[in-house]
């Protein structure tokens, strides 16, 4: 564990420098960043503890597919959260420094009272960020809409977490729709697929795909 987290510090450094000397489009939210390696392994499934993983999560052709029905059981037998099915991504655990997910998220029509993705780990309280989808909008918990209509459409999707500064700013196709203090904490990592919230459908999907994880350089 500490030989491989030493190569990707090293791996990192030189992307850096690589990234500085190229350059890259001044909107992109991605500019400054480097992309950190990811692979299967990174990539643990929550699903209902009683079904295999399966019957709600699908890799096909790039693409994590994501369902759960209102109805299923939590991810284990002790658990008193709402079903869901979500990658929890691992090997990135954080607590300081300034990091980005970037993924190209799609949800169909009819799937509602969904959390999409999250941003594990806030002082009191067990997230920092979550977005979430109601009727076809795409909110910060239930408190902001960001898009009107989400469904049926690929959409990228920037979360950027600044822990030194406190904050989070969250980009929908390139554009910034959000920018807000995080909630502390000092504990974090990136979840997507689906997260049963309030007033839930009966069957929720989403679909992923082109997950990264990237750090801002500090050089
Ligand atoms: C994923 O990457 C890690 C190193 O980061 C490596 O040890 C592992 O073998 C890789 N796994 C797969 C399935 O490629
Ligand atoms: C979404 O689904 C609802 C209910 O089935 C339907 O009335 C509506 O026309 C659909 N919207 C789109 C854009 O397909
Ligand atoms: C975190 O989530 C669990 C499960 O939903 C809940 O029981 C607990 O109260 C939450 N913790 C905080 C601090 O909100
Ligand atoms: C977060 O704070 C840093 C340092 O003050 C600032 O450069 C950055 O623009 C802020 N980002 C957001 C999303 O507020
Ligand atoms: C949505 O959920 C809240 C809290 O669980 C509940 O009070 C409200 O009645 C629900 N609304 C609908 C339309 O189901």
């Given at each position: 564990m500490g030989s491989s987290l030493l190569?990707?510090?090293?791996?990192?450094?030189?992307?850096?420098?690589?990234?500085?000397?190229?350059?890259?489009?001044?909107?992109d939210p991605t500019e400054g960043f480097v992309s950190l390696p990811l692979n299967s392994s990174n990539f643990h499934i929550h699903k209902p503890w009683n079904l295999p993983e399966n019957q709600r999560y699908r890799f096909i052709d790039g693409i994590h597919w994501?369902?759960?029905?209102?109805?299923?059981?939590?991810?284990?037998?002790?658990?008193n959260t709402n079903p869901r099915s979500e990658i929890r991504?691992?090997?990135?655990?954080?607590?300081?420094?300034?990091?980005?997910?970037?993924?190209?998220?799609?949800?169909?029509?009819?799937?509602?009272?969904?959390?999409?993705m999250q941003l594990f780990g806030a002082k009191n309280a067990n997230t920092t960020l979550m977005?979430?989808?109601?009727?076809?909008?795409?909110?910060?918990?239930r408190r902001e809409v960001l898009v009107p209509y989400i469904y049926d459409e690929w959409f990228r999707l920037n979360v950027i977490h600044d822990v030194g500064a406190?904050?989070?700013?969250?980009?929908?196709?390139?554009?910034?729709?959000l920018e807000?203090?995080?909630r502390g904490g000092a504990f974090h990592?990136?979840?997507?697929?689906?997260?049963?919230?309030?007033?839930?459908s009966y069957y929720?999907?989403?679909?992923?795909?082109?997950?990264?994880?990237?750090k801002k350089c500090d050089l």
């Open positions: 190569a990707v510090s090293i791996f990192t450094i030189f992307l850096c420098i690589y990234h500085k000397a190229i350059g890259s489009a001044p909107s994501f369902w759960v029905f209102s109805t299923d059981k939590p991810l284990s037998r002790n658990s991504i691992r090997g990135y655990d954080y607590s300081s420094g300034v990091w980005q997910f970037q993924g190209y998220g799609y949800v169909p029509n009819g799937t509602s009272g969904v959390c999409i977005m979430r989808v109601y009727d076809g909008k795409l909110m910060y918990y406190g904050n989070v700013s969250v980009f929908i196709n390139g554009v910034l729709k807000v203090n995080d990592y990136f979840k997507c697929g689906v997260y049963a919230q309030d007033n839930d929720m999907e989403s679909r992923w795909k082109g997950i990264k994880v990237l």
